[in-house]
T-cell receptor, first 114, second 110 residues
Framework: NAGVTQTPKFRVLKTGQSMTLLCAQD?????MYWYRQDPGMGLRLIHY???????AKGEVPDGYNVSRLKKQNFLLGLESAAPSQTSVYFC?????????????FGQGTRLTVV | GESVGLHLPTLSVQEGDNSIINCAYS??????FIWYKQESGKGPQFIID?????DKRQGQRVTVLLNKTVKHLSLQIAATQPGDSAVYFC?????????FGTGTRLTIIP
């Protein structure tokens, strides 16, 4: 069972470069989420999607964009990377609103912006 | 120098003893709570959940207690094992989105 798969697992970017993080889930879940995790701060929600073609802002959306063109994929884009975006990024999915059921997480993408 | 929030609360427990990890949540309207375990280099993994109409729920070796009066959640792990070493997060449902606490690092002493 693949579950939630994130690509890539590691990346180093220079300030100002752009990149896209890919999240794929094979559980037919409606809801998908992107979080960032910084030392001592837990996970903070960047953007989320309640279904194919829909996206919404989370707690810390600035500097990021997302797209959900297919139900199984949720893309996180950084248009112009900044050192403050150095973090570990986690994607998650859930069959319904995460307020009602557990969310399943990927293994994370460690991003360093220099 | 140190900054607030860079250091996780830590709990060190002797192998075989019981562990109790505490969490204070923020919103009295939250109606669903989850405990996640995160091992080094991995994503969070579901442990147990509880809804606000309950005050206790048990799983295999784990128990979650919910005290809505003081907005407090605890995770009890019985007979702690080396494999329980991890960071533990509580999360609350707020406006249909999970909000995570900062986590507690559990270390097992052999």
């Amino acid at each position: 069972n693949a579950g939630v798969t994130q690509t890539p697992k590691f990346r180093v970017l220079k300030t100002g470069q752009s990149m896209t993080l890919l999240c794929a889930q094979d559980m037919n879940h409606e809801y998908m989420y992107w979080y960032r995790q910084d030392p001592g701060m837990g996970l903070r929600l960047i953007h989320y999607s309640v279904g194919e073609g829909t996206t919404a802002k989370g707690e810390v959306p600035d500097g990021y964009n997302v797209s959900r063109l297919k139900k199984q994929n949720f893309l996180l884009g950084l248009e112009s990377a900044a050192p403050s975006q150095t973090s570990v990024y986690f994607c998650a999915s859930s069959p319904s609103a995460s307020g009602n059921t557990e969310a399943f997480f990927g293994q994370g993408t460690r991003l360093t912006v220099v | 120098g140190e900054s607030v929030g860079l250091h996780l609360p830590t709990l060190s427990v002797q192998e075989g003893d019981n562990s109790i990890i505490n969490c204070a949540y923020s919103n009295s309207a939250s109606d669903y709570f989850i405990w996640y375990k995160q091992e080094s280099g991995k994503g969070p993994q579901f442990i147990i959940d509880i809804r606000s109409n309950m005050d206790k729920r048990q799983g295999q070796r784990v128990t979650v207690l919910l005290n809505k009066t003081v907005k407090h959640l605890s995770l009890q792990i019985a007979a702690t094992q080396p494999g329980d070493s991890a960071v533990y997060f509580c999360a609350e449902n707020l406006n249909e989105k999970l909000t995570f606490g900062t986590g507690t690092r559990l270390t097992i002493i052999p």
